[in-house]
């Protein structure tokens, strides 16, 4: 572990902005980063989505959403990928957290998939640029079985019981 920092990763700039990097192996299952921001209704959510002015809800089920949109959230700079290898769980705390649902090498950006509806609101539009997709073509549809991340707005995290062990 870094001797600075206690966190598997560093912000740093990526092909699509700012986004999240391992600085050491994490292994699978293992919690990288909390997703914080203040609890707003999920109509207050739609009311701000409506108006275009934030890209970092988090809908944690129809009556609750997280607004990310803080930069001391650093669970926000997760970019999106269709072969992600983070997702989200919504812990018995209230919490919710990103973790590693692979092992993820040191210097790999860390991923989510954000779900379908934003993949079709918001990513469709210019085409998927992660690192599975690549640029080369504009997916205007994508298939969508089992979802092994998140998204940040309309999407809820799996729940799971609260472990007794840090990992």
């Not at 988090?58 to 700079?77: A, C, M, P, V």
Request: charged share 35%; hydrophobic share 30%.
């Amino acid at each position: 572990m870094s001797s600075k920092s206690s966190r598997p990763f560093r912000v740093g700039r990526a092909k699509t902005g700012l986004g999240l990097f391992a600085t050491e192996a994490i292994r699978k299952g293992r919690t990288i980063v909390e997703y914080r921001g203040r609890r707003i209704t999920t109509a207050q959510a739609a009311e701000i989505e409506r108006k275009g002015n934030n890209r970092y809800l988090f809908e944690i089920n129809r009556h609750w959403t997280i607004d990310g949109s803080s930069r001391r959230n650093l669970g926000r700079y997760i970019n999106h990928a269709c072969k992600p290898n983070a997702e989200a769980i919504m812990r018995r705390t209230g919490k919710l957290e990103f973790a590693a649902s692979r092992w993820i090498e040191p210097g790999e950006e860390i991923t989510l998939d954000y779900g379908k509806d934003y993949f079709d609101l918001i990513i469709a539009e210019t085409g998927c640029k992660c690192m599975s997709c690549g640029a080369k073509s504009m997916r205007k549809t994508r298939k969508v079985g089992k979802s092994t991340g998140a998204k940040k707005t309309k999407k809820k995290a799996k729940k799971t019981k609260k472990k007794s062990k840090k990992p």
